[in-house]
């Protein structure tokens, strides 16, 4: 039985960046048209590398900075949340650079919670894994606030739920503005501890 299956759900993407240093204050990705990607993800990107230090959102596994397999390679976000994040920011619109986008998409709903180890596969065969949902964080809420006066301090409660998602290279090649992306989700139920426990006692 095949452990992914294919949906109709299509996604095309809409925007490429890198960001290539990190200032330690705010973030912001450059736009570009192409994105050639390997195993370790973009070269030359800050987020680069089949190996990263690990960092706070692992510090429940890991000390800060222990070498753990990277896959948070980029950060895939979805035009729609965006522009639903710029509008309850108050802004006409939300460059996907000030958020230090990877790759921007448009097409697949609730695209936030698509489930992990779900995969995203261009019409060329280039595809990626999805890790986890992507939490916001203070970085790009600063680069918005340097941008745009008084709309940057509340990006994080407003963009929860919305930040995408983190992902890594399962297959090589290149991505480019208006590529085409299909969605694969694993062919498994939601976990359900507690009613795997009352079978067990009523067995």
Same mark, same amino acid.
């Given at each position: 039985? !095949?452990?992914? $299956? @294919? ?14 240093? %990190? ?7 450059? =736009? ?10 973009? +070269? ?31 950060? $895939? ?6 522009? +639903?994040?710029?509008?309850?920011? #108050? ?17 697949? =709903? ?8 779900? %995969? ?23 680069? $918005?606030?340097?941008?745009? @006066? ?6 994080? !409660?407003?963009?929860? #739920? ?9 297959? =090589? ?8 992306? %299909?969605?694969?989700? !694993? ?5 359900? !501890?507690?009613?795997? %426990? ?6």
């Amino acid at each position: 039985m !095949p452990a992914l $299956i @294919p949906t109709d759900h299509f996604a095309t993407i809409t925007w490429l960046g890198r960001v290539t240093d %990190r200032d330690t204050k705010e973030i912001s990705a450059e =736009a570009i048209d192409e994105m050639p990607l390997t195993l370790a993800g973009f +070269e030359g990107e800050f987020h680069a590398g089949l190996t990263r230090p690990s960092c706070s959102r692992v510090l429940g596994q890991y000390p800060r900075g222990t070498e753990i397999r990277n896959t948070r390679q980029m950060s $895939i976000l979805s035009a729609e949340e965006i522009a +639903e994040i710029a509008t309850d920011l #108050g802004l006409d619109a939300l460059d996907p650079a000030w958020l230090g986008a990877s790759i921007v998409v448009s097409g697949i =709903a609730d695209f936030s919670h698509l489930p992990p180890a779900a %995969r995203l596969q261009s019409e060329s065969g280039t595809t990626v894994t999805i890790d986890l949902q992507n939490g916001p964080c203070q970085f790009p809420a600063m680069t $918005i606030e340097a941008a745009r @006066p008084g709309h940057g301090k509340r990006f994080k !409660p407003v963009a929860e #739920g919305k930040r995408g998602v983190t992902a890594w290279v399962e297959r =090589a090649g290149v991505l480019r503005v208006g590529d085409r992306m %299909r969605l694969h989700v !694993p062919e498994q139920r939601a976990w359900q !501890p507690e009613q795997a %426990r009352q079978a067990l006692a009523t067995a």
